[in-house]
């Protein structure tokens, strides 16, 4: 299949090949945070996080809202102080659903299994 009919027919990976989760987690800074909220294992405050990530509060608050607006986190709100947290599920299925449709497409010359086997011949 060329390129051209490739982008004319309409698949799993489109809608899965989300802009905004990629544009979220694109920044190093962003990732760093998301990894210490997925190590911690549990809600933690703005703070919190700023502490752990060595950046600036109001950096880390916005960082943290544009993660949320992704669907990667979720906030609550407790007086003044607002938590955010992994949205573990949503994120793991829609990684997972990701790599089934890139192993879908996987060529039958290149289907060694990689590591956890998901590469397989169609």
Known sequence: MSPLQAASCCGPIDDLLDPELFKALCDATRARLVGCLIKCGRACSVSEVSECCSVDFSVV??????????????????????????????LCQTLRSLADAIAHYCPADQATPCSGGCCTPR
């Open 61 to 90: 608050s916005r960082h943290l809202q544009l993660l949320e607006r992704a669907g990667i986190l979720t906030s609550a709100k407790q007086g003044r102080t607002v938590r955010y947290a992994v949205k573990y599920g949503p």
